[in-house]
């Protein structure tokens, strides 16, 4: 394999989080939640953001509470700052000082464009949190009509990044192991979270290698669709667009990333966030709550419980078990509900015995807890395997792009219900472990070959850099 | 004869730090539509409460519900009334004169359109005339704070405050404070000198 040269491009050139210096009144509960001190400015004042030191997680737009008054005459007009944000002039609701760039004029155009091949992946935690925008109760799960949306707007295919997820965990899975039985770096770092990934490269560079080189689910599915969804679908790469919709605005950045493009084009053309979703379907006049369920297409839709508990922290973590177990002691885990890796923001420990080997694990949720973890390692003091880390707060569920709930009072309740309807949805589903996904299991068979392999190497592993 | 008098709410300068969230959750609770996140806002947000920031002082003006409101007092057509224990405003007879705005020693009345299904409320006869066409003019009516009459569960401006920066004032309760807090230092002093 050659040395590839990975090219740094940050975010100054093409900033994903801004404040509006016109409507920021200075409060500074940004300043609170960001978990790399990456905004700053004086009480009172409008606050900036230090786009070398930003990873795009959005929380700050999350809890943005100072708004663009339709009143206010001292101010550009709201026509002017919704172009600025690149949001679509059907959009009525309110704007806030803390944004992120918007795409949904992209992804509409892309959807007029008669010569392009759309296909499209959904985070899991979009299923468990869009019908929050159509005044559906906090959390509740519509996967069937996410589905049956995303056909009535016109996407080509109706794909999933769960599907990915199931890929991921067979990847990340098998590379642990080899880890773990080759004396290889430990502890091994999951890496499907951009902006933890974007941490350690500009603050710990040096333990880059602990990171596993798996891309996120995300990229995987967006480097599949260009190739095996290529052939699959019998139409030439060039023509497909690759859209992924994600409850992450870092997302945006990971997509833009110069080395992310082993298929020989773009592997995902552009991220939206759910919010930004939201505002497509209603843009299109479709009536979200009434509509009938559909499936996700076939050959990359399909998934497993273990893929869509990737949205909830210690979710990669409980559906790497899940398989890892069965792939070290050729036996199925004797429970596949996982509970003590499951939970909130904060570090969780547990042993897990997994045959012979006493797997020592950890779940990190929220980036500020992460450089603890990270000084314990660098102090030959960090006595784990496997180490799942997740920016926001609970997970995925809690990203930047998620539906802003407006109340604060309300935040803590739809974390626990995206949470809990996320766990139920993977107990309800037939599939719960990614290993035994026919079409995960056929994608291996017909065109990747084995996990790790030569292949998967070249499409569905990556590098990092430095950026100290 | 009612010794009762009206509850208002005020904002303590020193907690509050501007972010407006007071404001944000005035406006969702008036609203027609119920709405638990911004996706779900479609129409501008409307507030009761208004934050004033200069270089000395942050924190939301409100409405106190004056005993002897002179916005009630020169209201032309009577729509300003005491209403149980709160000065009310009735949107339907406000004919948008502005004297209760001038009246007001606190500046807690503003001018609002009305939303209803989404749409601002237009009116039936006088329009507007730009560029020598005549458009439809919106209706506009006095507003203030109402201390959420008819929201369950009270205020939403205090429920909201993440600094806890609102307090529902009763006025009665307050002074009986004061005038412990007060007793209680006189009789350290008390003591000091007459031993």
């Not at chain 1, 493009?261 to 299109?284: F, H, M, P």
């Not at chain 1, 809690?398 to 009072?409: A, C, E, F, M, R």
């Not at chain 2, 406006?27 to 027609?32: C, G, L």
Request: aromatic residues 6%; contains cysteine.
């Amino acid at each position: 394999m050659g040395e590839e040269i990975v090219r740094v491009t940050g975010l100054e050139a093409n900033p994903i989080i801004q404040i509006d210096q016109e409507l920021c009144t200075g409060c500074q509960r940004c300043v609170t939640v960001c978990p790399v001190d990456a905004i700053e400015g004086p009480k009172g004042k409008p606050q900036t953001i230090r786009q070398d030191l930003c990873v795009a997680c959005g929380q700050c737009v999350q809890i943005c509470s100072a708004y663009a008054s339709a009143f206010d005459e001292d101010i550009a007009p709201r026509e002017q700052k919704m172009a600025e944000r690149g949001l679509l002039p059907s959009v009525k609701e309110p704007l806030f000082a803390a944004y992120n760039s918007g795409d949904g004029l992209r992804v509409k155009a892309a959807l007029a464009d008669s010569s392009l091949f759309t296909m499209v992946q959904c985070a899991p935690a979009i299923r468990v949190a869009i019908a929050e925008e159509f005044g559906l109760p906090l959390g509740s799960l519509t996967h069937g009509q996410m589905a049956t949306a995303l056909r009535k707007l016109g996407f080509s295919r109706v794909y999933d990044t769960n599907f990915a997820a199931d890929v991921t965990i067979m990847e990340e899975g098998s590379e642990l192991i080899q880890r773990v039985t080759t004396d290889g770096i430990l502890p091994m770092f999951t890496s499907c979270c951009p902006a933890w990934v974007k941490y350690v490269e500009q603050t710990y560079p040096e333990l880059l290698p602990h990171l596993s080189s798996c891309k996120s689910p995300q990229q995987m599915a967006g480097v599949l669709f260009k190739t095996y969804g290529a052939q699959v679908g019998g139409v030439e790469a060039a023509e497909i667009f690759s859209v992924a919709v994600m409850p992450c605005t870092c997302k945006k950045f990971e997509c833009d990333r110069p080395e992310m493009d082993d298929s020989g084009y773009r592997d995902v053309d552009v991220v939206i966030t759910t919010r930004e979703l939201a505002q497509l379907i209603k843009d299109a006049g479709i009536d979200f709550i009434h509509l009938a369920e559909e499936e996700f297409d076939q050959a990359l839709g399909n998934y497993s419980g273990a893929g869509t508990i990737f949205g909830v922290t210690g979710g990669v973590m409980e559906a790497a078990l899940r398989t890892g177990y069965e792939l070290m002691t050729k036996q199925a885990i004797p429970e596949l509900d996982i509970n003590f890796v499951r939970g909130g923001e904060g570090i969780r420990k547990a042993s897990v015995k997994v045959g012979d080997l006493t797997l020592k694990v950890a779940v990190v949720a929220g980036l500020k807890n992460a450089r603890v973890v990270m000084e314990q390692i660098k102090a030959g003091q960090a006595d784990f395997h496997f180490i799942e880390v997740m920016c926001c707060p609970v997970g995925c569920v809690s990203g930047g792009g998620q539906p802003k709930v407006i109340l604060p009072s309300d935040k803590k309740r739809s974390h626990a219900n995206r949470t809990a309807n996320t766990y139920v949805h993977d107990k309800n589903l037939p599939l719960r472990k990614s290993h035994e996904n026919p079409d995960v299991q056929k994608l291996y068979e017909t065109f990747l070959g084995e996990p790790l392999g030569h292949k998967s190497h070249h499409l569905l592993h990556t590098q990092f850099v430095s950026r100290k | 004869m009612s010794t009762n008098l009206n509850k208002f709410i005020m904002a303590d300068p020193n907690k509050c730090i501007g972010c407006k969230v007071c404001e944000v959750a005035c406006s969702v609770a008036h609203a027609d539509k119920e709405a638990i996140t911004v996706g779900m806002i479609d129409t501008p947000l409307i507030t009761r409460l208004y934050l004033v920031q200069t270089a000395s002082v942050t924190m939301p003006i409100q409405c106190h519900h004056c005993e002897d409101a002179p916005c009630a007092q020169v209201c032309p057509v009577g729509a300003i009334t005491q209403t149980r224990d709160r000065i009310i405003i009735a949107e339907k007879d406000c004919i948008g004169c502005k004297t209760c705005l001038m009246a007001c020693p606190f500046g807690a009345i503003d001018f609002v359109p009305i939303y209803e299904n989404g749409e601002a409320a237009i009116q039936n006869g006088l329009q507007v005339e730009i560029e020598d066409r005549m458009l439809e003019k919106q209706m506009v009516v006095a507003s203030k704070c109402d201390l959420c009459a008819g929201y369950d569960g009270g205020p939403a401006c205090v429920m909201a405050c993440p600094e806890k920066a609102l307090e529902m004032i009763v006025p009665k309760a307050q002074k009986k404070k004061r005038n412990i807090d007060a007793a209680m230092n006189l009789l350290e002093s008390v003591k000091r000198y007459n031993g």
